[in-house]
């Protein structure tokens, strides 16, 4: 063979092999994908989807469908799209259940802000999985980004955002830099929020950023000064915190390490160190050095800076450690709210003892209670009658009570007509640990926000994001929003202004399973918001 040709197919052979190889690499490299844009990656179902996809989580299939319904039944009207972004896989039982909790507070929220005759933009919702602990929000921000400057997509807010992580901080600081509006339901770590100054105006790290939640330093703020007006100023404190880098740990423990105890000082603060926010590790045999230390100092309460998965643990040593007579109270902040569905019967026995005297009882700042102004109209009605000798009227009463019972009886009409409609949304909700009414709240706030944008505007249009990002510090005086959770009315920096918190007790009890208590509110600034919650010009 000549030369020539002996070079010639040596070069086509090179080229089908580098064909061959380059096809084979395409191949396998697609993408294996779990649902229409969701992608698996190492196990886990991560994108984007509003059709009804369950994320391989059995618990939520049902909300995710009511939500996929609704999608379809407003597709032919005026919409935009919100997402709800929050971790959607979980290995944890009473994981699933909460983000269940959370999905249909998302729906019921979208239900009502949809049901306005006349209010465009109505919101078609869909759902995005960033990973556990938003590890692979990256590729999430990137396809909520590409659906923003989608004329089809038209995505306007982002919603959801239950961990003060720094992957959450990562995903909010790109998104609002790319001016999507977002509104964090669930966060309450200081470090993801804008900063208000005493002179009215803010220090905005996140433009566009919204929360419906008290900061960790105001809910501790709250729960020092409810417990110093209950006359507990003699109680002698100790500060529990979890040294892992953690945005709430870390935000909570520097909240509570700065309350002015007016009673005699306790032991010096105590940390742990928990490899991560659903794993034990080696906590146990940590909180079991430092329940004995607890039990030699005198010091009755203790502050506890951890996730709840760490804190049920402690609550157990604690109680198991011999503490002889001794009655212990755990206070600890926002995230405590899923501590009673991870208890279970031989849990609160241990809390008990023997003898059947509540050993510990665990008490935190809730974002919401269901039983919060019932009882609390009751106990302002009873002290009403006493100084003016008469029933109060209804213009008598309080708006900063009357206007969230009123939002929580309309969520619970909605839950009764969504049962009405043979509407499954996996289990009926249950209110108690706050999930369901905070979402909920969040997706009244852009609903509202979307409306107030659309206003004057032609059918035919929608609101752009900065429209829409703008109606965030407006959302106040004769715009507040009346939540389940509380009147909310956002301040410059987009935070709910003197937002109140749910004082709530885990009590054991003296049999069975323990209750989970409404105490009573805790405001941050020690008094209610002011009428028609209008912002003084000056923020504490």
Known sequence: MPRWKKILYSVLGAVLVIAGIAVTTSLVRKPDTCADGVERIEGECVGVNGEGYDFGTPEIADVARAIARENRRIEKQPHVTVAMMLPLQSDREALRRQMRSDLQGAYLGQRQANSGEGEPPKIRLVLANPGQDYGRQEKVVDTLLRMAASPEDRLRAVTGFNLSLAATEAAVARLTENRIPVLAARISGDRIANKDRADGMAELRFPGLARILPTNNDAAQALAGFNGERGRQNFKTVLVYDKRPDGYNESLARAFS?????????????????????????????????????????????????????????????????CEGRHYTIVSGSDAASLRQDMKEQDWAKLRGDDGTAKVTVQYAAPAHPAAWTTELAAWSKKWRATHDREPAERDLPQYLTEPKAALDALRRQITA???????????????????????????????????????????????REDVGRQWSLLQSRHRVAGTSGLICLTTGGNAYDKPVAIVELDPGTKGNGTLKFVGLGWPTGRPQPKNCVIPSTTP
């Open 258 to 322: 700065r309350i002015k105890e007016k009673g005699p000082a306790g032991p010096a603060a105590m940390s742990f160190e928990s490899p991560s926010i659903d794993e034990a590790g080696s906590t146990g045999n940590q909180f079991t050095q430092t329940a004995n230390n607890i039990c030699d100092s005198e010091a009755d309460t203790v502050y506890f800076a951890g996730r709840t998965l760490h804190l049920r643990i402690f609550a157990l040593k604690l109680a198991q450690v011999g």
């Open 418 to 464: 969504t049962e009405a409609e043979g509407i499954d949304l996996g289990a009926t909700p249950n209110l108690d640990d706050s999930r369901t009414m905070l979402v909920h709240d969040g997706l009244l706030t852009i609903g509202k926000a979307l409306h107030q944008a659309q206003q004057g505007a032609p059918e035919t249009t929608v609101p752009s």
